[in-house]
């Protein structure tokens, strides 16, 4: 049987406890709140505002009603219209919007007997958002294409604002309008955009957690203070604490890759020591966001609860699960000044894309930004004491 | 020369002064006991001798080192062995040592022989390569002394070196503590065993409230208990002769006086001993056991006292079983000194 009063000293203790530790009370307060808002806005909502940008080569009351539509349909946000099909496509390329609608040049020729070929250049490396871009356009140009047909138009978006009156001009219109799909990385699954970023917050997380219970859980038990009593400089354990760290995240990071590549046939079409090596980059980063956490926590438990509400939020706002640009505008701001952001996108850029450590550089040199401020934080703030 | 000098050294945390202007002085080659209650600054101060952390204000000489300017130089003299072995568990004795060995930058081709050498100083080397977290605590301890003696430091800090060991293990590390001070190494032992700071160290320091309250030999600190007392006993004795049937059952009201304790078991507690026992001039209070032992407090001002005593006891014919007298101890001393500071704290 339960003895009350003992039972209640355990509920007691563990209240002063926390009461006497404010790290951990924020932690418990704050941590669940932005857990929520995260969760809710950051993976909960439904995609919208895709960054596109449409290529309009033709004038006309089809090209108007067309780029009214796409520009009121809210998976859409149209970054910019132009003229310059290879431009656009070099927008897409560089991960700057995730399509392009390219509308051709006889779009609006009431003469032309052809179908009207409209081509929707599709970033695939974002398998969420490409399926949803994919669907969005394929149902416009569709409704479009019958309209057209049948000589007549109402708006074709629900939030169109088209007029009414430009309906009987369409009826010169002698055929309908076809769209092809070009993914330019093929049909990636889910599984394959997904992995990039799992393997990059698996190495954020075990870094982080590692560095913890190196440097907390050895100032909690005094051998780093031994470490202190020699004549050895605070970089210099740090260093050698680093440096054993990323060669067990990358013994662990190769294997998970060679797991994803066994079980579930991920493509990496970088290549794998390319892939590595955008790894090695994110590891070091998360290494030094460890220190810098644990330079002056006493004890494992108190930096549990410290780089919780750093690692958990980076997991949901940088990508991993869900794109960044659907995502509020307070988050996206958010979403950029984490590092995981940037390894997720080189990570996909490389093992999805295919692209090199030349294609990715401003990454990595965000990453190399972040791991130096980090390590000078670090080791600026890291304490001798026992 | 002095191993260890500090000249006002302080160290303050926001508002709180856990070490205020201490000097002190340190013999080379000696023992010294660093003895305080705790929270009296005495591990604040071995931080900062220690290079760990640094003073806010006032200057710490090591090994004639600055602890500020050479914090490198103060680090290769010096050895500790911390209350909590901080051993890497998952490392053997052996491993342990070479690390440490490393840390310190020992020449590799005689490293080992070194580690082996005091493997068997310390009586470990059976251990050698079982893991840390394998060992007992005196275990334990010794491959911590391993460890911090593999640079030969000239300075040696042992923090509660004993503490938790067993009487047989305790009297081995002792033996071991004076071995490495006839080497020739400073030994600073901050320990709560009086008995063990009273038999091992040359100088005795006491820190309370981060001031240094007492320094002294431990024989010094314990007649200099008994001179500041001397004036009021010698009152308190006036008083009681003055008074007539004070001689029974008056513990307490000497008790604070530090009287040398005497006290004897005698086969047979006959009256006319205890008559004789209270009309001896040298006995101030007597008191008897329920086991029969007889406790007496006596004038410890004269060195016939204990003999007269005894003489008178063994007059009567008295058989004695058993004899024991007890002098005031570092203990006293450490009470004495502790409390004056708190008594003004709270004043």
């Known amino acids: 049987m339960i003895e009350l009063k003992k039972f209640w000293w355990m509920i007691k203790k563990e209240l002063i406890s926390l009461k006497r530790h404010p790290s951990r009370l924020v932690s418990i307060l704050v941590f669940p709140i932005i857990m929520i ?90 398998q969420m958002a490409s399926q949803i871009l994919d669907s969005a356009t394929q149902a416009i140009f569709s409704k479009l294409s019958n309209m057209v047909a049948a000589g007549s138009v109402t708006a074709v978006s629900e939030n169109s604002t088209a007029a009414p009156s430009l309906s009987h001009q369409l009826s010169n219109f002698k055929d309908d309008i076809s769209l092809h799909i070009n993914r330019i990385y093929g049909n990636i699954k889910y599984i394959d955009f997904l992995v990039p970023a799992v393997l990059g917050m698996t190495v954020m997380m075990s870094c982080m957690m590692g560095m913890g219970a190196t440097i907390a859980g050895e100032r909690e038990t005094g051998e780093l203070a031994r470490l202190f009593m020699t004549p050895t400089s605070v970089s210099t354990v740090i260093g050698g604490k680093i440096a054993s760290k990323l060669l067990i995240e990358l ?40 220190i810098m956490l644990s330079a002056r926590t006493q004890t494992q438990e108190d930096y549990a609860q410290i780089v919780l509400p750093f690692s958990l939020p980076m997991m949901f706002v940088s990508g991993v699960f869900y794109p960044i640009e659907t995502m509020p505008w307070i988050f996206q701001k958010i979403a950029y000044l984490f590092p995981l952001t940037y390894l997720n996108d080189a990570m996909r850029a490389v093992m999805l894309k295919g692209q090199t450590l030349g294609d990715v550089w401003l990454d990595l040199v965000i990453l190399v930004g972040y791991t130096l401020l980090f390590f000078i934080i670090g080791v600026k703030r890291f304490n001798r004491d026992i | 020369m002095n191993a260890i000098e500090t000249h006002n050294l302080t160290k303050v945390y926001n508002t709180f002064t856990a070490v205020n202007s201490l000097n002190l002085e340190i013999p080379d080659k000696t023992i010294f006991g660093m003895l305080g209650p705790n929270g009296a600054g005495k591990t604040t101060t071995i931080k900062m001798l220690t290079c760990l952390i640094q003073p806010t204000s006032g200057e710490a000489i090591v090994g004639g080192y600055n602890v500020r300017d050479n914090p490198d130089e103060v680090r290769r003299l010096l050895g500790m062995v911390p209350q909590q072995v901080s051993l890497y568990k998952d490392l053997t004795v052996m491993e342990n040592s070479q690390l440490c060995a490393d840390y310190y930058g020992i020449n590799p081709n005689e490293r080992d022989s070194r580690i082996e050498d ?31 003696l593999v640079h030969k430091p000239k300075i040696l800090f042992l923090d ?188």
Not at chain 1, 72 to 84: A, E, G
Not at chain 2, 118 to 144: F, N
Not at chain 2, 171 to 182: F, G, Q
């Open chain 2, 118 to 148: 005091l493997m068997e100083l310390v009586d470990i080397k059976y251990a050698r390569d079982k893991r840390i977290s394998q060992l007992s605590g005196g275990q334990k301890q010794k491959a911590s002394l391993v460890a911090s």
């Open chain 1, 37 to 126: 808002l995260l969760f809710g806005y950051g993976m909960g909502g439904e995609m919208t505002d895709l960054p596109i940008v449409v290529v309009s080569q033709s004038h006309g009351d089809l090209t108007d009603l067309t780029l009214d539509t796409i520009k009121t349909t809210d998976t859409y946000r149209v970054v910019d219209v132009i003229d310059d099909q290879n431009k656009a496509e070099n927008m897409v390329d560089s991960g700057e919007v995730k399509a392009a609608i390219i509308m051709p040049k006889d779009y609006d020729d009431t003469n032309s007997s052809s179908q009207k070929a409209v081509t929707l250049y599709l970033d695939s490396s974002d």
């Open chain 2, 160 to 347: 509660e070196p004993t503490i938790g060991l067993d009487p047989t293990t305790k009297r081995v590390l002792w033996d071991l503590i004076r071995e490495l001070n006839d080497d020739g190494r400073t030994i600073i032992l901050c320990s709560h065993d009086m008995h063990e700071v009273d038999m091992l160290c040359d100088n005795v320091g006491i820190i309370n409230t981060g001031n240094l309250v007492a320094y002294d030999t431990p024989q010094g600190l314990k007649d200099s208990l008994l001179d500041s007392n001397k004036e009021e006993i010698t009152e308190t004795l006036h008083q009681i002769s003055a008074e007539s049937e004070v001689k029974t059952s008056t513990m307490e009201d000497t008790e604070s006086l530090s009287l040398r304790k005497l006290s004897f078991l005698l086969e047979d507690n006959n009256e006319n001993i205890i008559n004789s026992l209270k009309n001896n001039e040298f006995v101030k209070s007597i008191e008897i056991a329920r086991n029969g032992r007889i406790n007496l407090r006596i004038d410890y001002f004269d060195d016939n006292a204990v003999s007269n005593v005894l003489s008178t006891v063994l007059s009567c014919g008295g058989v004695i079983k058993s004899i024991s007298t007890e002098e005031p101890s570092l203990e006293d001393v450490f009470i004495k000194s502790t409390s004056e500071v708190n008594e003004n704290d709270r004043a």
């Open chain 1, 251 to 290: 013994v662990r990071a190769l294997i998970l890759i060679i797991m994803a590549i066994l079980l579930f046939n991920v493509s990496i079409k970088g290549g794998l020591l390319q892939t590595f090596i955008v790894l090695v980059f994110g590891a070091l980063c998360f290494v030094g966001f460890g």
